[in-house]
């Protein structure tokens, strides 16, 4: 096989054989196939070609951009002049590529696109206004809880049990993905081998492996944050596992975390090119400490002892805000890489978060100071930001108010790699597909949080639309209006439009599990699930 990179914008090649079949086989990548001229004699849509007879037989392509046209094969008779063409290429009405791309605690008042003030994330911007932003895009209040939703598409009361853990007879989206033919990887934040409780296959360095992921890397897989342990914090010198190997902070000397994570998803993209591939990205980037990034850094020692975060708060958040910003670069430098393999038009690229901010963090935002909420089922805890892009399939610059649940994510997967759905399929989340591309599609009226996390954080369970909350205890609120929940409304106080929210919501609640009540700790030893509860999205299902 021929390949040179001068193969992407234009090629000459000469061929001097005046009696035998002259076989050329050709890959290139670019951006658009709608852009190939068709001036060759016997015309064919596979670009501007010129055969100029049996003893110099001359092949000159030129174009301006394609999605994918993966492999050619030009078959040219050179004594009779005659030229025909086969042609197979991944474009946009094949398997889209899927890179979903996670920040670690993060909410929306930290973001451009959504009206931050202290923060630059052009990148995140920019894919925003190249696709969609959504309004109103709800988690869990913390990781794991968060993790398991996604990854599995179900409601924590079907199988959330500890924090930190991800039981391993679970269906994911990687499972998915790879039954659909995807090459699939994961990179960023693992922590759910179940190492505090030290639950059976806490020490599997394959889990992730087993959990449908073809390539990894990942840290705290099998070691947490103690360097006597082999471990150590994630972002200056990082322990990480690659495959399942460990890769030490002494081989990782000197290296920021965040990179390598970065440069381990742009080679997988590169390597990966000419297949459906499907990418979780769960960042490190911004969970504290907050610590130095590269460009704030200088000269200091880039060891394990510069993951220490400083004293004042001033200089927490300058590292906070610092953090967010270089976030945002890598999720460029992704975005950047599909485009240079010539995939932009046949990726979806999502952002999200996976809940609020870390609550030392006060951020400005539309006028207002906004205290991040991550651990509470506030706004500020449970809202997150949500933009996607794919270039050509995907309207530009629209912004949704459809209400997206983290159980919906698994669900749109399936739907992009052409799955049906199947009995080990769960029943709890809806595909926004059809909104990526422009369709009106089947948005929920609600999303529900069924929360207790098993971490000392106090429990609960709501349900919302994209204006109003109520809480299975009867609390109400406009959140809109009020986004630290004070004013709770009293039944008949919420005008008609809240007033008919709250019997819809009233009627959800009351076909759900119980809601925990009592805090949760990791010593807990009653920990309930409902796997088999019903259908409470499409109940007629």
Not at 443 to 453: E, G, N
Not at 518 to 530: A, H, Q
Request: hydrophobic content about 35%; some cysteine.
């Amino acid at each position: 096989m021929f390949r040179s990179a001068g193969m992407r914008r234009s090629g000459v090649f000469v061929f001097r054989d005046k009696s035998a079949i002259i076989s050329l086989r050709v890959r290139y990548d670019g951006e658009s196939h709608d852009s190939f001229r068709k001036e060759l004699s016997g015309k064919t849509p596979w670009g501007d070609i010129r055969y100029d007879g049996p003893s110099c037989s001359i092949i000159t392509w030129s174009y301006t951009g394609m999605a994918r046209l993966a492999v050619i094969l030009f078959v040219l008779a050179a004594d009779l002049g005659v030229m025909s063409a086969a042609v197979t290429h991944r474009g946009s009405s094949d398997k889209p590529n899927v890179i979903l791309i996670m920040a670690d605690d993060v909410s929306w008042e930290a973001f451009g696109c959504y009206g931050a003030h202290d923060y630059e994330t052009p990148n995140i911007d920019a894919l925003a206004d190249s696709g969609i932003r959504f309004q109103h895009c709800y988690s869990t209040p913390i990781c794991t809880t968060t993790r398991v939703k996604l990854m599995t598409g179900q409601y924590n009361f079907r199988n959330y049990t500890h924090f930190g853990y991800l039981a391993p007879d679970q269906k994911t989206f990687g499972h998915l993905m790879q039954s659909a033919g995807y090459k699939t990887a994961i990179a960023g934040k693992w922590q759910l081998n179940g190492l505090y409780n030290e639950l059976p296959g806490h020490d599997d360095h394959s889990r992730p492996e087993k959990s449908g992921f073809d390539e990894s890397l990942l840290w705290q897989v099998t070691t947490g944050k103690s360097l006597k342990g082999g471990g150590g914090e994630r972002f200056w010198s990082p322990p990480l596992e690659y495959n399942g190997r460990v890769v030490t902070v002494k081989e990782n000397h000197g290296k920021y975390g965040p990179d390598l994570l970065c440069e381990f998803v742009c080679d997988f993209i590169e390597r990966k090119r000419d297949v459906p591939f499907f990418v979780y990205y769960p960042m490190v980037l911004v969970h504290d400490p907050f610590v130095a990034t590269p460009d704030t850094i200088g000269d200091a020692p880039r060891t394990q002892a510069a993951n220490k975060a400083p004293q004042s708060k001033e200089s927490r958040k300058a590292n906070f805000v610092a953090m967010v910003n270089y976030m945002d670069r890598i999720v460029g430098r992704i975005v950047a890489q599909v485009k240079a393999v010539g995939q932009l038009d046949n990726t979806i690229i999502m952002f999200t978060a996976d809940n609020g901010t870390n609550t030392s963090i006060t951020s400005r935002w539309n006028g207002q100071l906004i205290r991040g909420g991550k651990g509470g089922m506030t706004d500020m805890g449970t809202h997150v930001p949500f933009v996607a892009a794919w270039r050509g399939t995907a309207p530009r610059a629209i912004v949704l108010d459809d209400v997206v649940d983290f159980t919906d994510f698994y669900a749109t997967l399936a739907a992009a790699a052409g799955l049906e759905h199947s009995r080990d399929d769960p029943i709890d989340g809806r595909s926004f597909l059809p909104q990526l591309r422009g369709e009106e599609g089947n948005p929920r009226d609600w999303v529900l949080c069924h929360y207790q996390p098993y971490w000392n954080k106090r429990p609960g369970q709501f349900a919302r639309t994209d204006s109003f909350k109520l809480y299975r205890d009867g609390r109400y609120y406009h959140v809109p209006e009020d986004l630290v929940e004070a004013n709770n409304l009293k039944p008949g106080s919420a005008g008609e439009f809240g007033e008919a929210a709250r019997r819809q919501l009233s009627e959800l609640l009351l076909h759900c599990p119980p809601a925990a009540t009592e805090v949760g700790k990791r010593d807990t030893t009653d920990r309930p699930v409902y796997p088999q509860w019903k259908n409470l999205v499409d109940p007629n299902d």
